[in-house]
């Protein structure tokens, strides 16, 4: 009797227990049915997600932001003109960082030999409050004289022997010396001008251009080889009579077959004489064709046989006999395996064997070297096609989901824009279209 008396009250105290938890248990507080936990923390419906610190680094968003972009990676295939003319305008360089003007004093009878930049002008302004100062060593020896002139003279041809630039100090009476600078160039205000010249730049290797689009303004550095190719550039652009415009196309095809795209169907689609020319590369094909094959009737072939994406759309413009590059991934829909492909041109338009022709080497090149080249001489109004580029060409790992046959094909149509100085003697550029503009080109 005594362990049943026991046992009914271990019994009761569990009871009262249990009651006097549930009494006191808080009936807005959360409950939990499942619990995650990820590296070592607690992961719930009410949990603050905690994420790793992140490197002092431009986001890719505002990496990719560029005004420019929408100018160069839009194409109006709708309302295109193979041939335009534009009138020519007066392009200027001007330096940023001259400072200030330097005294009035003359130099007679100076000669420097295998010196320095700031050796000859410390001997030179001996005597003098001014003083020299090289924001980076300068090497260059240089030799020659000075029979007469004022300082400001003397210190530019000095400099310039040197390929050194120089700015005054009057403040402080300091002449800096520097092999790097800062140039604004006034550029026209057609913008396919605008862009041959900075696709020509984009060419040379000159990437950090800063370009105000309101004021038709464009800043750079370099030094004075840049210079030098600056200026050429823009000589050369101001004698040309023509520039070359590329629109293009660069799309995946998948094919739906485990087999390749037949491009010899190309052939009865559209008939033999629109198809004028076959270029082959070291990689891929090139086909030269007539205004039949265009985007919409490349595209409508190739969906016969394949799922076709377009991955990236845009324009570049070449002066004549310069150098150009497109970006695929500048203009891309999204990130993809072929984002670093460059497409580069170099094209001259003239008389060969007495036909107008468009003579035209075409590179494709990604970060790991060049994939593959073609040299294209063309009529103004063909169009390219290029072909037969494997996608596994962009494949850096050792598998891939990726078929063996899908490949990347590029649609490019050459543009001739003439650059025309209006005076009484053209006649009104808006007026030159159709068999009026083709006289105009024979002439």
């Given amino acids: 009797m005594k362990y ?50 992140k490197a002092a680094l431009t986001t890719d968003t505002a990496q990719h932001f560029s005004l420019e972009l ?16 534009v009138p020519a305008e007066k392009i200027q360089m001007v330096r940023l960082d001259m400072g200030d003007p330097l005294p009035n004093l003359n130099v007679s009878d100076y000669t420097f030999k295998k010196q320095t930049v700031r050796e000859a002008l410390d001997k030179l302004l001996e005597g003098t409050d001014i003083v020299v100062a090289e924001q980076e060593p300068m090497y260059e020896k240089i030799f020659g004289s000075i029979a007469a002139g004022n300082l400001a003279d003397a210190v530019d041809l000095m400099a310039r022997l040197g390929r050194a630039y120089y700015s005054y100090d009057a403040v402080n009476g300091e ?48 030094n004075y080889q840049t210079e030098r190719e600056v200026t050429r550039l823009i000589n050369d652009i101001a004698s040309k009579k023509y520039v070359l415009a590329w629109d293009m196309d660069v799309y995946r095809v998948y094919p739906r077959t485990d087999s390749p795209i037949v491009w010899m169907n190309l052939l009865p689609a559209f008939g033999a004489g629109n198809v004028k020319m076959s270029v082959p590369g070291v990689v891929g094909r090139a086909l ?97 096609v290029i072909i037969g580029i494997p996608t596994h060409s962009f494949v850096t790992t050792r598998e891939t989901l990726i078929s063996p046959f899908a490949e990347l094909v590029v649609f490019m149509s050459p543009r001739l824009v003439t650059v025309v100085d209006v005076d009484d003697n053209v006649p009104d550029v808006s007026m030159l279209v159709g068999d009026t503009l083709r006289d105009f080109l024979r002439e």
Avoid at 70 to 85: E, F, H, L
């Fill in 70 to 85: 929408p100018k160069r990676c839009t194409v109006n295939w709708d309302n295109q003109s193979v041939v335009s003319v």
């Fill in 175 to 222: 002449i800096k010396l520097s092999n790097r600078t800062k140039w604004i160039i006034k550029m026209p205000n057609d913008e396919t001008l605008i862009m041959a010249l900075l696709d020509a730049m984009h060419g040379a290797d000159m990437r950090n251009l800063l370009v105000d689009w309101q004021d038709k303004t464009l800043v750079f550095e370099g």
């Fill in 4 to 53: 049943v008396l026991r046992f009914c009250g271990v019994i009761f105290t569990m009871f009262t227990i249990a009651a006097c938890m549930q009494g006191g248990q808080n009936p807005n507080a959360p409950q939990y049915d499942t619990v995650q936990v990820i590296d070592n923390l607690v992961i719930d419906d009410n949990a603050v997600p905690i994420f790793p610190k």
């Fill in 288 to 384: 030269v064709v007539g205004p039949e094959i265009n985007t919409k009737t490349l595209q409508e072939f190739m969906a016969q046989q394949a799922n076709v994406v377009l991955i990236s759309q845009g324009r570049f413009v070449v002066p004549d006999g310069w150098q150009s590059r497109f970006d695929i991934g500048e203009c891309g829909k999204e990130e993809r395996l072929e984002t670093d492909l460059i497409v580069g041109a170099t094209a001259k338009y003239g008389d060969f064997a007495g036909k107008n022709k468009i003579d035209a080497k075409i590179v494709l090149r990604t970060g790991r070297g060049e994939l593959t080249s073609f040299t294209i001489p063309s009529s103004v109004g063909d169009n390219y």
